[in-house]
């Protein structure tokens, strides 16, 4: 049984590098009634020009837009920010949200973000990660890849990545961004629709909208199709899967293998992804990991497959998938002979 | 934390609350037991032993008998490299 329950707020993140087109994005979701249920953290209100959506002020971090969704400004620890969006709700003070989307800086990693919510032993008991939306400039991409490494730590965190100012680029640019994007995180999904931002809305359909075997995004998650290119390695990024079949798949070992990993290379591993079938449990469970962070793992209802095999997307830098698959297989043939 | 000896009952770590959350106590025994022996079992060849302590803590010894208590996975794996004096790499392992 996962450890969410329905009172678990799904938590969004928004991030992309500096001038990407966020801000454009975030007015986007700030005017659309799609959102009016959630609670949106933003750096500052001059930014995004939201004077004209404003119906009310609760205070002076905090509004409260046309579209019904709550605005605030982001002051000190976000831990603290978002404790008191709680707070301010069970008082009274807010309309109901149920779900928080956060807008990152620029230059933000959102690995620390994941961290905070693990961690953090209130926000862990009353938020769950859901996906997280990058906004990629399609005109200055290769710089800013070329100059910063947190445009790859903000790639390989997304689950949807949104192209911006394609306006000022050729279809054949964005056509060639767009695999590359699908090289370096197989397991995102480049969204063409602002209606298809973020649809993970409520905590009962957040595992539904992120696992489904429909959601094109965990395509190459599930096995279904291949979405890599014939592209060369870039940057010494590796994107793989590996499967293990049930007989030789076991949970314990699978976790303190996963724990080393990470203890040791977290800072090379910059996502998990995976799908994993437990010996005496209909159900798989889902693991997702950013860097050193393990989100809690839950078992998931409604993916129901015959062929019982677990499977792991990871993306890493300059680790290849022989070398950590050799490692796994390792680590479970000896939990096996353990067990003998 | 236990009133009597103090010790912490809670060892939370992703891969164990998924298979101790509403179980039965008898099943978070015979969890507990299979861990201890694939830990013992992984780490035996860096002269490494762990063994149940009171309450949920772990037990965790070297060779020469120096143990340190740990609480939850990622102090075991802590441990283990500390008394080992091993770089404990999991991609360094032979097959």
Redesign the interface.
Known sequence: ???YTSDHVPFNIITGFLGSGKTTILKKILEDEQFGDSAILINEFGEVGIDDLIISEVSRDVVVLKSGCVCCTIRGELSESIKSLFEKRRNGEIPYFKRIILETTGLADPSPISATLVHDSVLKNNVILGQTLTVIDALNWENNKNEFTVWLDQVSASDQVWIGKKDLVSEESVKALTILINDLNPACTVVSSVKNILKDVFIQNSFKATYSPNNSENSFLLGHESKKSNSAKLDNINSFRLFISEKNF????????????L???GNKILRVKGVLYTAGKADP?V?HGVQHI??????VTFLREENRVSRVVFITKG?DKE??E??L???MN??K???D | MCGLCGALNNESHWSTDITDRDTDNRSKKLNRIRRIKILNTLFKIYGISIRSGTGSFYVVSNRTGVSEVAYNLDSVLNSCEKLSGYDIDPLRISV
């Open positions: 049984m996962s450890m076991d949970w314990f070992g699978f976790g303190v293998w996963l724990s080393l990993l203890k040791k290379h469970v693991i393990i989100h809690p793992p839950a078992h680790i070398t950590v050799n490692s297989t390792y680590f000896a939990c002979s353990g067990e």
